[in-house]
DNA sequence: AGGTATGGTTTAAACGTTTAACGCGACGCT
DNA sequence: AGCGTCGCGTTAAACGTTTAAACCATACCT
């Protein structure tokens, strides 16, 4: 490879103005601009980043990093989410360092060492949750990162976050709208910060129609298959006038779930139960029937993400500093073919 | 950031020495040993590795990009691949840099970007096809690769594949156990490297079985769901008699197409017809019927991948040199149906 | 004429490491 | 006593950039 000697050589100037050439700082006369301009084209050189890197204090790098899928589970948004993040990285000469986190306890390590080593300039942050060990310590040391979710209310910090409240309560004003008035939603545990969220969702379009809280239509699970199937069973115990004719799921995997229960107990999916899920998976469109769902704008939330953290390594307060999108209800036979009967 | 240098004062000697500690080598002696660690430790000291690797002249970054996903597409795989990866990455104190591709004719311009500014010491490569460009490109200037997928028979490289012919060889065996004797394929289409070998796999199972290749039954089709779903009216306008009673399908993808479409002809996916896929796609267990599908060692591929690469990076030949390894028929309802009537 | 801007260029230090080369005292051998 | 050898440590150069500072014409101003 050559290197900026070799170019200072070959046009022969000194490597400073080789230097001021490349990055258009300093006084060149055009003359010489030229000259070094060809002999940059004639070696094919560019700037090694590693180099530049040392002396500038930065290796334009940004850390991302995500759990493990479980088994028998889907990361419905994960390429397009790293997708969205690398190419608007790339565009402003940045590049993502995607890293695998181990178990919960000794994520901070790997962090930590990424940090003392200088190996990335910031990080983005998914999956948040509330205390989040990785926000905290990233606070503590004063590192730069943006998250994909919120956390702590008293912390301040740089976030993109879909708003789970208002797509869920625009997917339960669209179950309203097609006459269903028992609508049943299968939320995730307590400890859940974005599960809070969306089913607050459910609350507030609930009390907004005027219809009190039934007993047992909210029912909380992991977010497991099997989990979701077996909840539809307990709904099914309920007295016939009780029964949901609706279910609002917190992601797309308990919706398939609830729509295969609900078939297994003969039940006709979109017709006789209608099914919302979350994120829109792929996969969603092509179930039987299609999966009404919310799509998170995830190119956004990419691109904005990086925009704000490139802004924040280069220590400018990053405006605005809190962005909540919004999803976008995705309509399909899961709910559309539901009578207002 | 602490340096060396100021583990160097604090420990009262020179930086040579803390280097010398840091690395095992050199000879220190116990006692300034002790003391160089305490100091480190004292500090908080990592050695950055900007600096180290303008001295070493590496990145200790590998390069990883993929083509986006197409909408109404999923990648069944990627999440898993990175992750292993990352993983086996970390493992060895490297790193994943994962880059999006833009559209294949300047595809090559990012790499050589990459090279040149010694961004990355290797690359990996997915998805490979004949006559890759990536490839070629990465063969003329000599640049550290491993293929996942193989390529030109003449090129001599590095690759890691699945045996895509072993594969559906196992899949048609498996419906000729189960009494199938009019077994159709929905292939890719011809230029597609991967799929040759897979419809190479049908083809000898069919014929070590005696089953001559019957008009029809191969149809081919690019990577998309509405294409396998018009395949199957295809097959259903063939005469009773020489219908096909299974499909083995390229992909999950196309799996998924056949299944609704066969559904929607009044057939029972699993009984009346039974379905193949390939990639075992986490959607696949949930599907109705669940599908039977050919899962890939993707663990195990990031693994090899990364470890013969790391060995070339390091001018080693990586031995061996190609991998091939089989996939595994995981057995589920859209074919354990299907009677010996 | 002498002084001061100004434009174009070079010199050299710095970024944080590694490592070859050297220095030096102690030890063992003849 | 003189001479390697060895163990332990330091000095200094190097990796490929950027950039402050210095330098040197030339031109301009009084």
Redesign the pocket.
């Known amino acids: 490879?050559p290197?900026?000697?070799d170019v200072a050589k070959e046009a022969?100037?000194?490597?400073?103005?080789?230097?001021?050439v490349?990055?258009d700082?300093?006084?060149?006369?055009?003359?010489?601009?030229e000259r070094v301009l060809r002999a940059i084209e004639k070696l094919g050189?560019?700037?090694?980043v590693?180099?530049?890197g040392?002396?500038?204090?930065e290796s334009r790098m940004i850390g991302y990093s995500w759990r493990p899928v479980p088994p028998n589970q889907f990361h419905p948004i994960l390429d397009k989410f790293i997708h969205s993040t690398a190419e608007a990285a790339a565009r402003r000469d940045y590049h993502v360092l995607t890293f695998a986190s181990p178990q919960p306890y000794d994520e901070i390590d790997v962090y930590r060492e990424m940090v003392r080593t200088a190996r990335v300039d910031g990080f983005i942050i998914p999956n948040t949750n509330l205390n989040d060990r990785r926000i905290r310590y990233l606070l503590d040391v004063g590192f730069p990162f943006v998250a994909f979710g919120r956390s702590d209310p008293e912390w301040d910090f740089a976030w993109v976050d879909v708003d789970g409240t208002a797509g869920v309560q625009e997917a339960v004003n669209h179950l309203l709208e097609l006459g269903h008035q028992r609508i049943a939603c299968l939320a995730w545990p307590e400890n859940s910060f974005t599960g809070r969220y969306r089913l607050e969702g459910y609350r507030s379009a609930m009390g907004a129609a005027g219809l009190r809280e039934e007993e047992g239509w909210i029912l909380r699970c992991e977010n497991l298959y099997r989990a979701a199937y077996d909840a539809v069973h307990t709904w099914l115990a309920l007295p016939p006038d009780r029964q949901p004719t609706a279910v609002v799921a917190m992601s797309d995997l308990l919706a398939i779930g609830v729509m295969n229960a609900a078939d297994d107990a003969g039940l006709e999916v979109g017709r006789d139960l209608a099914v919302v899920g979350f994120d829109d998976a792929p996969v969603t469109e092509y179930l039987r029937p299609p999966l009404t769902s919310l799509r998170q704008p995830i190119a956004e939330v990419g691109e904005l993400t990086v925009a704000m953290l490139i802004d924040l390594i280069h220590g400018k307060p990053s405006s605005p500093a809190q962005v909540l999108l919004k999803p976008r209800l995705i309509v399909r036979d899961s709910t559309a073919l539901s009578a207002r009967s």
């Open positions: 490879m290197t900026i000697k022969n100037v000194s490597v400073a103005t080789v230097s001021y490349l990055n700082t300093g006084s060149v006369s055009d003359e010489t601009r050189y560019r700037p090694n590693i180099a530049r040392l002396q500038a204090r």
